[in-house]
């Protein structure tokens, strides 16, 4: 059974880098298509990054430059590394995996495996 398990939220300045961590399970996440998304307080789901089995990757316009998606293949975990942080950026993030395929064809909110979620608070 997949399991995706997220980790390294927190709470930071304006500024400032976070690096989550999705330990994946049941699964080689490097053979399919893997995705963060991201919900704050009333808001709809937002896509922030997505990884195709190639390597392809998809940022939402709101992170390009600032945030980048990577996955360790020896250990099954993706990662999102984010760095200058903006408030705009608070939100529980989530982990997602879309096993139906090797490539991205619908944005991370959609994918039917997801974590948790791991919070991230930027104040300014």
């Known amino acids: 059974q997949a399991q995706l398990v997220e980790s390294g939220g927190g709470s930071v300045q304006a500024g400032g880098s976070l690096r989550l961590s999705c330990a994946t399970s049941?699964?080689?996440?490097?053979?399919?298509?893997m995705g963060w998304f991201r919900q704050a307080p009333g808001k709809q789901r937002e896509e922030v990054a997505r990884?195709?089995?190639?390597?392809?990757?998809k940022y939402a316009d709101s992170v390009k430059g600032r945030f980048t998606i990577s996955q360790d293949n020896a250990k099954n975990t993706l990662y999102l590394q984010m760095n200058s942080l903006k408030p705009e950026d608070t939100a529980m993030y989530y982990c997602a995996a879309d096993l139906t395929g090797g490539y991205c064809y619908r944005p991370p909110p959609s994918f039917p495996h997801r974590g948790q979620g791991t919070q991230v608070t930027v104040s300014s």
């Open positions: 990884i195709d089995k190639s390597g392809r990757i």
């Open positions: 049941g699964y080689t996440s490097s053979d399919y298509c």
